[in-house]
């Protein structure tokens, strides 16, 4: 243990003496910087005027000075805990304080020219320091307290904490900060009259012409469109359990199809369908000589939208619980004579509880940051994501509004997760015994049959249409007017030239750009997302609530509100990503963490425990452990979360709208472009394209993961 | 914990890549197509700098430019309507790039005069009514001639608009029909206008592709984004105005602070020059070009022909005017949450 | 595999809190090298909680934990020379019997072959050569078991712990099981201490047996000190079954108490001095029916059962229900005849009330 302090030492001087310590502009593997003045290590710049980057240099030396002569281990880690504590302090502080333009405060304290010059981004240097004294920090916790911790349980959980802070919370705060914004200074009796306006908050549309405030809509929709998925996925999963319908397999992939699907898609194919000229609404007003409305573009048409988004989600979570009921149960109602429907009231129903209440939190929060829906079919009907981005870049740009916007978002969806808490309470609801059931499900009664075949198949079918409409769209000429066949689109977007081998379509920069990114992506945000899970399963530590809590905080700010504290926090020392492709990768592994986390717990829950303590019992640690016993069992959370992240990257719209750049430019910011540009056909043609990529990516990624498991299915229930 | 280390020190080693010195940075505001054409021919005559651009609204760019003061990462903001161009001017994230102007029509050298030569006329575009002539015929509505018969209830539920608070477009309406009918008499207008309004769409385009496809019957726009829609196939027909209109002026600023001053220089100078300016229409951008030695494309709207009024960009694009009129606006014409 | 560094454990006042709950009062505990010791008690006594604090699963709130004479109260479970046998076996289903077995010392990167070789050893110690290519699933339960024990045992720990090791298996094979594990760790002069809640078990395998009781130990001593002198009813009852009555101590002496029990005084052997109130344990065993005209205390039938090496019977007396085993007669007593309890009060056996 005392060597791995002492191998993270000399990583953290190295870092120090050998990296550049500021960001560059040169790449890292670029000599150049050893004779750049700006670019020097910080050692070198702690020779040369800038002072205050020393302690990241004496921190380490001191703490390997302590590891030779401290012999007693308790006092010698907590030592080294304090030195390493109080390096990190004062490297962020140096950062926080000394940026570009110079110092921020203490000017009599940083004076001279080289303090005056100002000083860019932390880089390399600055990064491994930081990180090797973090290390040292938590290995000391972990020798100088009561032998609660194995070193790499406390690493892991410093580095998370640590990157949740730098990535979800001291952007986020950066927004924050701005609703007690006022002309020339900060006002909390401002805040007030101004969070609970009208605008916000009004019921006007319950008592009168005047229409509601945006949160009340934002609440009802979310309201509306959670009820309404929930149901239908209900549906779905009882039809795929509980009865024998013929095309399972054809749903099963409609259902998989909306969440692949790049945003602003299926609200062009409503309108093109439903609006006052779709298909549809012609057919209709010609067949039973009604008045050509314009009822999709609103509420109805933004939760319809919804409802075909958001369907498939409930359907996930609902499938596996409607599964998990156990047989026995359904068995035993029925021996005590309740007849099918009350079986299925009475006892299934009952039990899918937590499973309704997470499909309809999903749903809800879903709704809540739905962007690209309501934007398109919003019209008069608005909402808070809508309404937070407009007032940022509206005609009249007002943070602050925003800001209190996304507090008023904050609010609904926090409010939704207590409500869950609340109405789940402490009952219990484990079905999976560990025994197992050979029992079989009970088949639905046959009204409910009806009634679940009357809610899904109408959707199924309707989700079919779309997806053809969009196929059929990227072919022809002008989406709605001239259907003459043409490959245009495509050879727009993805022409190449074969006898120079350039590729000549105006979106392959973008496609490998979204591709290359999604990929780093993905394995990050399992790996982060899947420790986290790991330790809020496996470990107990102090304020592991509050932990919890944090890592669930991103998935519930809206992107916009992400992206545009990501400008505000990052654009600037000590961390400067902005313009680059890090900064697209962070956001991306920050934001569908959660969604990582909570597959973690749920397949880390289904592990008995007794394997790990045998793994730690027979002298593994606990990395060991993790290496060696979990991380082949978990298979299938693996490959969920490698798939949710990389099709989330892909997909999203809002958070990345703000930060791609001109190097770094993203399939869908390329795609809103184009539809704002009324380039339906080119915008369905790469959208085409990238639902067949996914779709290849999800098989390609379940074929790596999904054989493995398979056979490790087989062999686990066979222990039992 | 050594992997941990090592994966840091890759995401470490891709973050230390930054800008070449070579690199232009560019935000484009205009129509993707355009913007593709002006970095081809721009890379074609300056072989060295490598233009790395990327298209963004002028909403967002604004967001953006105002996000990254002091340390921007854009070096040029080209093209996008006049107003969030005079704004940046105004709070001091562009400057002045001193390319010669003698050359340009007056609307873009009088925007550079406002700005004190820090955002440059680049195109101009007139605002105008747009109607589908298919839907009008089918519903006998004759078809609008001047700002006035947008009162006439013919027009029920049949005129979109954007909502002036988050559209620059809509905004460019209210300051024409302020500037037109003076304020009072053209808040009474536009509440009357209001009455056939079926929705305030966010974007200032909405309206016209809108109107396009048949969504809605008119709409309010800019004209050459109509001509656009029109030559696309669309059964879209335009109108001048009787009365008047105004128009807006897409600009080119250098950001302050760029960090490729010289080639944001030598982009601006050649975003002004004629034979630049004259190729607009290749890629179906039809607004008029701001070099008065510039070709007009054919079916870009004459503005000899139209109506224009002497549009004051520095009074209707100051901050002050603009917050007065959203507020009257908004009490006057329009529910802040309209819902129909 | 036959030198085995043996250790002791030793527990100086550790007390074990969850929050509130109290899972552990202060326990004192010594456990000598190369005894197997049995932890015995109903669910929820704090046998389980006692082994993983051995084990280093759980950590002492306060008092120290000593194995084999170091210090390991701050020590984790991977830095402790214990194994342990899970309830669930936990083997690893992604590896095979021999990987299983091996696990262990490939953590420890013992070098590949030579951890090939110690686990064979291991598997032929409990009868499975041959079998290491298997996974965990092809094999019985009994044979899982075994391969958990072989696991454990390959790294010669000085404490092997074991958790309800045989509760998976029927009531047969159970009983193979347990004579083997007793064989293995009397062969290799283990360390063993073994938790149940099946007193039988405890008493076919143990040394030392100590029975736990509300997060404390009510007991300790060997299988016989346990059935022969049970400190209290609860012992009594928990070791072997036991009819309790109540009765009245009139006076000791010379290691022979005077009981009065339902109108009649009856001798009974005693180690310790009680006085007034007492209950007296009287083993099914020792009881006996007669006709109902003989002496003794007098009853009705109310259930009887033929088990064919036996009889049992439920006889409701004067002093309560008696449960009674007796061999089988010619001619049994039925349910609902009237019969007399003969008591021995040289089987007899005095605790506190």
Redesign the interface.
């Known amino acids: 243990m005392k060597n791995t302090v002492l191998i993270w030492l000399a990583i953290g001087l190295a870092g120090f003496a050998f990296l550049p310590w500021h960001m560059t502009d040169d790449g890292l593997f670029d000599p150049v910087w050893i004779n750049d003045g700006n670019a020097s290590t910080g050692l070198f710049s702690a020779l040369s005027g800038q002072w205050w980057l020393a302690p990241a240099g004496l921190a380490p030396l001191m703490a390997i000075a302590v590891q030779l002569f401290v012999q007693a281990p308790v006092r010698r880690a907590r030592i080294t805990l304090a030195i390493a504590i109080a390096g990190l302090f004062l490297i962020a502080l140096q950062g926080m304080i000394i940026v570009r333009a110079g110092p921020r405060i203490l000017e009599w304290l940083f004076t001279g020219e080289a303090a005056l010059a100002g000083q860019p981004g932390m880089g390399a240097g600055a990064g491994l320091c930081a990180l090797a004294l973090l290390f040292v920090a938590t290995v000391s916790i972990s020798q100088s307290g009561k032998g609660q911790g194995d070193a790499f349980v406390v690493s892991t959980i410093g580095l998370i904490v640590a990157l949740v802070g730098i990535f979800v919370f001291f952007p986020v705060m950066h927004i924050l900060v701005r609703a007690f914004e006022v002309d020339g200074g900060y006002s909390l009796t401002e805040f007030f009259p101004r969070f609970f306006s009208a605008d916000i908050w009004g019921l006007g549309c319950l008592f009168g012409p005047r229409s509601c405030g945006v949160a009340i809509n934002s609440l009802f929709l979310g309201v509306m469109t959670g009820a309404g998925t929930t149901l239908l996925g209900l549906s779905f999963a009882l039809i795929f359990t509980r009865t024998d319908f013929r095309a399972k397999k054809l749903l099963r992939v409609l259902t998989v199809l909306p969440i692949i699907t790049p945003p602003f898609v299926i609200g062009l194919a409503l309108i093109l369908l439903f609006g006052r000229a779709g298909t549809v609404t012609e057919f209709v007003a010609d067949l039973f000589g009604w008045e050509k409305t314009r009822w999709v573009y609103g509420f109805w048409g933004v939760y319809f939208a919804q409802l075909l988004s958001f369907t498939p989600i409930a359907f996930l979570v609902l499938i596996g619980v409607v599964q998990g009921v156990s047989p026995s149960m359904e068995e035993a109602s029925q021996t005590l004579d309740a007849d099918r429907w009350q079986t299925f009231r009475y006892v299934s129903l009952p039990l899918m509880r937590p499973g309704l209440a997470n499909a309809f939190l999903l749903g809800f929060i879903e709704s809540l940051a739905d962007f690209g829906n309501p934007l398109v079919l919003g019209s008069g009907y608005s909402v808070l994501s809508t309404e937070i981005f407009f007032s940022i870049v509206g005609a009249v740009a007002d943070p602050a509004k925003a800001a209190i916007l996304a507090i008023a978002l904050l609010t609904l969806t926090l409010s939704a997760f207590m409500a869950q808490r609340i109405w789940l309470g402490k009952k219990s609801y484990a079905t999976i015994t560990g025994k197992a059931d050979s029992g079989q499900n009970a088949s639905l009664n046959p009204a409910l049959r009806t009634l679940c075949y009357a809610t899904a198949l109408p959707w199924a079918a309707l989700t079919l249409v779309v997806y053809s409409m969009i196929i059929f769209g990227s072919f022809v000429k002008l989406w709605g007017y001239d259907h003459s066949f043409t490959l245009a689109h495509f050879i727009r977007a993805f022409g190449f030239d074969l006898s120079s081998g350039r590729l000549t379509g105006v979106a392959w920069d973008s496609y490998f750009t979204t591709l290359t990114i999604a990929s780093i992506a993905a394995p990050l945000t399992a790996l982060v997302g899947l420790s986290t899970a790991y330790l809020l399963v496996r470990q107990k530590f102090i304020g592991k609530d509050a932990f919890e809590f944090s890592t669930m905080l991103s998935f519930a700010i809206p992107g916009t509100v992400i992206g545009v504290s990501y400008i505000m926090a990052f654009n600037f020392p000590p961390i400067e990503l902005t313009g680059t492709s890090i900064i697209l990768i962070i956001v991306f592994v920050f934001r569908n963490m959660p969604v990582g986390v909570r597959g973690g717990i749920a397949a880390m829950s289904q592990l008995d425990k007794s394997l790990d303590e045998a793994s730690i019992t027979l002298g593994a640690n606990s990395f060991a452990t993790v290496r060696r016993v979990i991380l082949p069992l978990m298979g299938p959370a693996i490959l969920a979360a490698l798939t949710y992240s990389f099709v989330r990257a892909i997909t999203s719209v809002s958070a990345v709208i703000f930060l791609v750049s001109a190097k770094h430019n993203m399939a869908t910011s390329f795609i809103v472009g184009r539809v704002e540009n009324g380039e339906f056909g080119l915008a369905i043609a790469y959208s085409a394209v990238l639902i067949v990529t996914m779709l290849a990516a999800i098989l390609l990624l379940q074929l790596m993961v999904g054989t493995r498991r398979l056979r490790r299915a087989d062999r686990v229930q066979q222990t039992a | 914990?050594k992997r941990?280390?090592m994966?840091?020190?890759a995401?470490?080693?891709?973050?230390?890549?930054?800008?070449?010195?070579d690199e232009l940075?560019?935000?484009c505001s205009a129509?993707?197509?355009w913007c593709?054409l002006m970095v081809s021919a721009f890379e074609a005559e300056h072989p060295d700098t490598d233009?790395?651009?990327?298209?963004?609204?002028t909403?967002?760019t604004?967001?953006?430019v105002?996000?990254?003061a002091?340390?921007p990462?854009?070096d040029v903001w080209w093209g996008g309507t006049g107003?969030p161009h005079l704004i940046a001017a105004e709070e001091g994230l562009t400057q002045a790039s001193g390319v010669d102007t003698s050359e340009l029509l007056g609307w873009a050298q009088n925007m550079a005069d406002i700005s004190n030569g820090k955002a440059i006329g680049i195109y101009a575009g007139a605002l105008g009514i747009a109607y589908n002539a298919d839907?009008l015929s089918e519903k006998s509505i004759e078809p609008p001639q001047c700002w006035a018969d947008l009162e006439d209830p013919r027009f029920e539920?049949e005129i979109q608009v954007a909502n002036?608070?988050?559209?620059?477009t809509?905004?460019t309406e209210l300051a024409t029909f302020v500037q037109l009918f003076g304020e009072d008499e053209a808040m009474v207008k536009l509440a009357a206008v209001g009455k056939n309004v079926?929705?305030?769409?966010?974007?200032g385009?909405a309206p016209s592709?809108a109107a396009?496809?048949?969504?809605?019957g008119v709409s309010i726009g800019f004209m050459h984004d109509m001509v656009?829609?029109a030559a696309?196939?669309?059964p879209l027909k335009i109108v001048a105005p009787c009365e008047g209109t105004g128009y807006e002026v897409g600009a080119v600023s250098v950001i302050e602070g760029a960090r490729n001053p010289e080639a944001a220089k030598a982009w601006v100078a050649f975003a002004l020059r004629a034979d630049v300016q004259s190729r607009a229409p290749e890629v179906g951008s039809f607004q008029v070009p701001s070099n008065s030695n510039a070709k007009v494309a054919p079916e870009s709207p004459d503005l000899a022909s139209i109506k224009l009024i002497d549009y004051d960009f520095a009074t209707y694009g100051s901050s002050d005017t603009?917050?007065r009129l959203?507020a009257r606006w908004d009490a006057e014409v329009g529910?802040?949450?309209?819902?129909? | 595999m036959t030198q085995v560094a043996t250790g002791s454990v030793r527990f100086d006042g550790v007390v074990k809190k969850y929050g509130d709950v109290t899972a552990l009062k202060k326990l004192d505990l010594d456990i000598e090298p190369g005894k197997l010791v049995t932890l015995l008690g109903p669910s929820g006594c704090g046998k389980t909680t006692t082994l993983r604090l051995i084990a280093g699963l759980e950590m002492a709130t306060a008092g120290q934990i000593h194995i084999g004479g170091e210090d390991v109260t701050h020590l984790t479970a991977t830095y402790r020379k214990v194994s342990m046998v899970f309830q669930s076996y936990a083997l690893f289903p992604h590896m095979t019997v021999q990987e299983n077995v091996a696990y262990g010392l490939t953590v420890k990167s013992t070098p590949k072959a030579e951890a090939a070789d110690k686990a064979n050893e291991g598997l032929e110690l409990v009868g499975l050569a041959g079998y290491g290519d298997r996974l965990p699933s092809e094999l019985s339960g009994g044979q899982q078991q075994r391969v958990a024990v072989a696991r454990a045992i390959v790294l010669e720990p000085e404490v092997l712990l074991l958790d309800e090791p045989l509760s998976n298996l029927d009531a047969k094979l159970r009983r193979h099981v347990r004579e083997e594990i007793r064989q293995i760790q009397q062969r290799l002069g283990l360390t063993a201490v073994y938790v149940t809640h099946d007193q039988e078990e405890a008493m076919a395998v143990s040394d030392d047996i100590i029975v736990m009781n509300n997060a404390e130990i009510a007991q300790k001593g060997t299988p016989a000190d346990l059935y022969e002198a049970p400190s209290s009813a609860f012992i009594a009852d928990f070791i072997g079954d036991a009819n309790l009555a109540d009765c009245d101590v009139k006076s000791v002496s010379d290691g022979m108490a005077m009981v009065a029990m339902n109108g009649q005084t009856y001798s009974v052997p005693t180690r310790n001095s009680l006085s007034g109130a007492a209950q007296l344990v009287l083993r099914p065993h020792s009881l006996g029916l007669a006709p109902p005209d003989t002496p003794g205390v007098k009853g009705t039938v109310s259930y009887a059962a033929y088990l064919g090496k036996e009889m049992q019977y439920t006889v409701d007396t004067e002093i309560g229900p008696l449960f009674v085993i007796s061999p089988v007669q010619a001619k049994p007593f039925r349910q609902g005849d009237a019969v007399c309890v003969k008591i021995d009060p040289t089987q007899a056996r005095l605790v506190a009330s």
């Open positions: 914990m941990l280390g994966i840091s020190v995401t470490l080693a891709l973050s230390a890549s930054g800008v070449l010195a940075s560019v935000v129509e993707q197509d593709d233009v790395l651009m990327v298209r963004k609204s909403g967002e604004l967001a953006q105002r996000a990254e002091g340390n990462k854009i107003d839907i539920g002036p608070n988050s559209s620059g809509a905004y079926n929705s305030y769409t966010k974007s385009s592709k396009a496809r048949g969504e809605t656009k829609l696309q196939g669309f603009r917050g959203l529910d802040p949450n309209p819902q129909k």
